[in-house]
Nanobody, 124 residues
Framework: QVHLAESGGGSVQAGGSLSVSCAPSGYTYAYWCLGWYRQEPGKEREGVASFYNNDRSTYYADSAKGRSTISQDNAKNNLTLTMFELGPEDTAMYYC?????????????????WGQGIQVTVSS
């Protein structure tokens, strides 16, 4: 059973930065992707950024381009998303997603397994 351990997040003032990390375990798939999604109360979940292990490629949603970075630990397969220049609109619950058998970069990682979510709050 795949388990996704999430950490990081928290509260920050507008203009600051925060990081969220995801550590997957319990999987045996040769090809996979890891991604971060976010969801505000009353709104649909949206992708933020993703990583694909086949070619170590990344994807950033329009809302994250230019102010986000993804780092991946090849040994531990941890995925860390850091977002800069945060604003109140970035306040949301952030979820780690793990997609199995994904070979090509298709943008936002299609999640088959999900973390419990971690809160990010940005004050004005």
């Amino acid at each position: 059973q795949v388990h996704l351990a999430e950490s990081g997040g928290g509260s920050v003032q507008a203009g600051g930065s925060l990081s969220v990390s995801c550590a997957p375990s319990g999987y045996t798939y040769a090809y996979w992707c890891l991604g971060w999604y976010r969801q505000e109360p009353g709104k649909e979940r949206e992708g933020v950024a993703s990583f694909y292990n086949n070619d170590r490629s990344t994807y950033y949603a329009d809302s994250a381009k230019g102010r986000s970075t993804i780092s991946q630990d090849n040994a531990k397969n941890n995925l860390t998303l850091t977002m800069f220049e945060l604003g109140p609109e970035d306040t949301a619950m952030y979820y780690c997603a793990f997609g199995v058998g994904v070979f090509n970069n298709v943008g936002n990682c299609p999640g088959d397994f999900w973390g419990q979510g971690i809160q990010v709050t940005v004050s004005s």
